[in-house]
């Protein structure tokens, strides 16, 4: 079974960088695209990039292109999402998921919550 | 950027009766990279559709996708307790994606 594991819970300030993690498990890593969607509190989904991890080929939205690096490390089948400086405003829950043949997230990870203050 | 628009925002149904959700494209979409998603509350989206009309492995046949072009619908044919959640339309092109704003269905 398809699973994708992401890192735990971070709680960070203003300024501060970081990277979360996503594992995928189950399936050939190098094959897919893998995405990271943004759900803010109480809001809708946002669809933020992909990336491919057999030649790392990386497509942002225009939203968050230049505000945050997708990135992936096939070694150890594990896609990436970091932050140099973090905005209050990057508060939300980030899902990684796996795409399908048609451009869709077929499976998803379980999600990490960012919480950002001052 | 391709904007989906998501119509009503709430749907307000009883258990048993038919849901009719609409999404709008901005802009002509493949019908191969329209999808639809499930989510509840705590809990990550789930695939329901996938190009525009294909159920995703063990997606009850009571979910149903059609349209093509800027209009495509998702349908419920009969609500059971568990679909009461929001529902998200998703499309890609131009090597970038867009979901729509939401409709929540709600228990009447």
């Known amino acids: 079974e398809v699973q994708l594991v992401q890192s735990g819970a971070e709680v960070k300030k203003t300024g501060e960088s970081l990277k979360i993690s996503c594992k995928g498990s189950e399936y050939s890593f190098t094959s897919y695209w893998i995405g990271w969607v943004r759900q803010m509190p109480g809001k809708g989904l946002e669809w933020m990039g992909i990336?491919?991890?057999?030649?790392?080929?990386?497509r942002y939205s225009p939203s968050f292109q230049g505000q945050v690096t997708i990135s992936a490390d096939k070694s150890i089948s594990t896609a990436y999402l970091q932050w140099s400086s973090l905005k209050a405003s990057d508060t939300a829950m980030y899902y990684c998921?796996?795409?399908?043949?048609?451009?869709?997230?077929?499976?998803w990870g379980q999600g990490t919550l960012v919480t950002v203050s001052s | 950027e391709i904007e989906l628009t998501q119509s009503p925002g709430t749907l307000s149904l009883s258990p048993g009766e038919r849901a009719t959700l609409s999404c709008r494209a901005s802009q002509s979409v493949s019908s191969r990279y329209l999808a639809w998603y499930q989510q509840k509350p705590g809990q990550a989206p789930r695939l329901l559709i996938y190009s525009a009309s294909s159920r995703a492995t063990g997606i009850p046949d009571r979910f149903s996708g059609s349209g093509s072009g800027t209009d495509f619908t998702l349908t419920i044919s009969r609500l059971e307790p568990e679909d009461f959640a929001v529902y998200y339309c998703?499309?890609?092109?131009?090597?970038?994606?867009?979901f729509g704003g939401g409709t929540k269905v709600e228990i009447k």
């Open positions: 998921a796996r795409l399908g043949s048609q451009w869709h997230f077929q499976y």
């Open positions: 998703q499309q890609y092109d131009n090597s970038r994606g867009t």
């Open positions: 990336i491919y991890p057999g030649d790392s080929d990386t």
